[in-house]
T-cell receptor, first 109, second 115 residues
Framework: GQQVMQIPQYQHVQEGEDFTTYCNSS?????IQWYKQRPGGHPVFLIQ?????EVKKQKRLTFQFGEAKKNSSLHITATQTTDVGTYFC?????????FGAGTILRVKS | DTGVSQNPRHKITKRGQNVTFRCDPI?????LYWYRQTLGQGPEFLTY????????KSRLLSDRFSAERPKGSFSTLEIQRTEQGDSAMYLC?????????????FGSGTRLTVV
């Protein structure tokens, strides 16, 4: 099935700083979804990327899908304490989404 | 519909006992998934239903685990003869068909502790 590597595993930023997490695959992905899981919570769907080179924005969050559809990124501008959590990029593997360990984001206020 | 509902929220059981969890998905979602998540890890796929048909089951899932979705609505996950290694958060998710862009909606999970 599809596997992705997400980096960094963990990042601690000062409130107001930017944050980026990268998702890399050795194979071409049909699509990729991003989820956020707050501490003690459950994963919440953020967005799906399907097209090569696609860029989507949600307020301070910018999602990109690489031209070769082998990588993706999530960039958060001017982080806030509400951004804390684990961010997962999840490709589709057959009938289901595959989740890696994600990137843990901590924000110092 | 307020989302995916899972019961119970917490379950503590003694090793060797059987447990059953319930998931009520969003009513118009025909796809239902069970995942397991341990601390510091992402959700691990267990099984998938489309309507009442169980179409995929993880090879990692032992035969102590069984899931049903008898009428294509709610689903149950049963673990027989629980072991300490079964302690985890069990997440249920539902979704519309792939052609939509709405992703999975997860429930709040059932946290199982085997003592």
């Amino acid at each position: 099935g599809q596997q992705v590597m997400q980096i960094p595993q963990y990042q601690h930023v000062q409130e107001g700083e930017d944050f980026t997490t990268y998702c890399n695959s050795s194979t071409t992905l049909s699509n990729i979804q991003w989820y956020k899981q707050r501490p003690g919570g459950h994963p919440v769907f953020l967005i799906q990327l399907v097209k090569s080179g696609e860029v989507k924005k949600q307020k301070r969050l910018t999602f990109q899908f690489g031209e070769a559809k082998k990588n993706s990124s999530l960039h958060i501008t001017a982080t806030q304490t509400t951004d804390v959590g684990t961010y997962f990029c999840s490709p589709r593997g057959g009938n289901k989404l595959v989740f890696g360990a994600g990137t843990i984001l901590r924000v110092k206020s | 519909d307020t989302g995916v509902s899972q019961n119970p929220r917490h379950k503590i059981t003694k090793r060797g006992q059987n447990v059953t969890f319930r998931c009520d998905p969003i009513s118009e979602h025909n796809r239902l998934y069970w995942y397991r998540q341990t601390l510091g890890q992402g959700p691990e796929f267990l099984t998938y239903f489309q309507n009442e048909a169980q179409l995929e089951k993880s090879r990692l899932l032992s035969d102590r685990f069984s899931a049903e979705r008898p009428k294509g609505s709610f689903s149950t996950l049963e673990i027989q003869r629980t072991e300490q290694g079964d302690s985890a958060m069990y997440l249920c998710a539902s979704s519309l068909p792939d052609r939509t862009h709405y992703g999975y909606t997860f429930g709040s999970g059932t946290r199982l502790t085997v003592v």
